[in-house]
């Protein structure tokens, strides 16, 4: 391991002591990373990623009891529409919490609290699926196993909703917190999950979460995360779904901020007739760069899936994309799709866009699309013919071309915030909102 | 004298314009005056410059001008972004409106008025005001109000996107609309539409240039002055009558007449 490295690594061997199925799982995760380091561009999957700029700075874990006001939660994460638990630099902070309203049988809290209280619950689930060999960040996550936030959807939940904002605080000097949450949906229940990432202080930020869902027999889950970070940030995010019988994943990521951004997405649609609808937007200017790596793996009979990500890309940033769909032997009547489109804003952006399908059984519907395109001047000249300005001309058409995937969060309340993010990043946002 | 005041008076004055598109050249020496309150009527057959030369008025940056002036109430419109020329009041009517999925009609229109009468430093109208100005609009064009919560122009008909064209024109009221085409793909009921639109608009402080290829929606607008444009200049100019000739004629009686000389300047061969 590299300085970088180890800095990132600092304390995971004294961490307090925790139960045999949190121990086990920390140590392999300390293991795989100090065998792996962060990855390389020679790794195919970080091939167009290069984690060089992090490697400058002496990432050190950030407290998680730095000082935070809710004030400043609101201010960088939005108001809450819901109950809302606050999470600084890794871990729970009740006084920043409310779980007012929170709909009966849904239940949240910290992951500390849910492994010394309801190991039942916990320990079969608990880095079961997310994976630590080949994946650096998720390793390197598993590695500080312990804390983070426990969501359990009983049976009885029908449509509440829950948002964790985890607030990685970076003031004093560069900081890094490892995020972890693990969601237990109970058979044909039905819930909202909301993760924002923010970052307080202007110093570089390193916010590294795995998320665990395990959706039982016909479960519903709503998923969201938005990320909302400073261009001084760096955020990866692994999120691992292991899908029952007619179990329905819906999740969609609105990756909007920081330099390097990197979600990868592992839904596994384990029982017959599940469904996963995956997707997200990601925007990205200056020199910054996003990248969404998915694998949706159909294990059994009649599976359905549905993958969208759409992107916009100005300056010199850059985007990576890579989809795809694995479906094993047996998996017959899977139905999958993916698409990837892309909007262009200058010349020096560049996205590479990789769908691949893998498919190792009979009788299944398979397809991917995808386009790469700038603003249609026809319909510019036609805003512009009509008096409105250039830049205000271009804003409702890039808005236009984002709102499909900001119309696709179905919680109102978080769709006005995702909108409000998205036109905030465009010239005149302000007034092109009303266009929605 | 009188010419130099007429001059003054004139709304739109193009001189001698010449543009091209690639290596092409399209318009060869295009001269127009258009005086407040006008109707004037450009027709010709496919391909003549008619549709380069409404696009050129109003801003589209497909053609290259290489050549002559083109002025709105004395303000040199070459030099003009397009936004700047619908705030000085001139208005494009697109042969082919495009269609912009996410961006609301409604919405579109009154960005569009707003953004205009700032400029002209006017006040602005909140949504309640342009609600009722357009429902009073939608009625003249006879639109239904749903077409108002869609995309600008999305999934609309042939028809209906010119319906669309008219009801913006009849929102934006400029001192010029240029109508490219506004009656092709229509049927009588939609013309007689568009016609009302058009009439509705008729001041005496402001001008309608109607390009046209047939004669048909002359019959429901009747415009002062008419001109045959072909090869990239207008060859011929009067007064009714002469629609109804070309309409015995046809355009190759004008072509024939051009290489003849007839009209001046013999009209280069297209290469």
Known sequence: MNAAEQNLLAGAESLPPAPGFVAGPRRAG?????????????QEDWRFTPLAPISAHAFGRGDPAAPVSADEVERSAGRPFGPRLVFVNGRLRAELSSAHGVQAGLHASSLQHAIAMSPGLVEPRLARTAPIDGSPLAALNTAFLGDGAFVHVSGGAKGGVVELVFVTVARQGPAASFPRVLVVADPGSEATLVETYVVLGDRP??????????????????????????????????????????????????????????????????????????????????????????????????????????GILDGEARAVFAGRIRVLEGAMKTDAHQSNSNLLLSRDAVVDSMPQLEIYADDVKCGHGGTVGELDPEALFYLRSRGLTLPRARSLLIYAFAREMVDRVALPALRDRVGRLVAARLPEGEQILEAA | MSQESNRTAAMLEVRDLRARIDEREILRGMSLTVNPGEVHAIMGPNGSGKSTFAGILAGKDRARVTGGTATLDGQDLLAMTPEARAVAGLFLGFQYPVEIPGVGNLYFMRTALNAQRRSRGEEELDAVDFLELAREKMKLVEMDPAFMNRGVNEGFSGGEKKRNEVLQMAVLEPRLAILDEIDSGLDIDALRVVARGVEALRSPVRSTILVTHYQRLLEYIVPDRIHVMAAGSIVLSGGRELALELEKKGYAWVDEEAKRGAFGAPAPVAP
């Open chain 1, 30 to 42: 300390r293991e795989a990373f100090e065998r792996l380091g962060l990855p390389t561009t020679r």
């Open chain 1, 205 to 310: 930020a390193f916010t590294n979460g795995v998320t665990e869902i395990a959706l039982g027999r016909g479960a519903r889950l709503d998923h969201y995360q938005v990320q909302d970070q400073p261009a001084s940030a760096f955020h990866f995010t692994t999120l691992s779904v292991d899908q029952g019988p007619e179990a329905r994943l819906s999740t969609h990521a609105s990756a909007l901020g920081a330099a390097i951004s990197r979600s990868d997405v592992l839904a596994r649609l384990t029982g017959e007739g599940a469904e996963a609808v995956v997707s997200g937007l990601y925007m990205a200017d200056g020199r910054r760069l996003v990248d969404n790596h998915s694998v949706v793996e159909h294990a059994v009979p009649r599976g359905t899936s549905r993958e969208l990500f759409k």
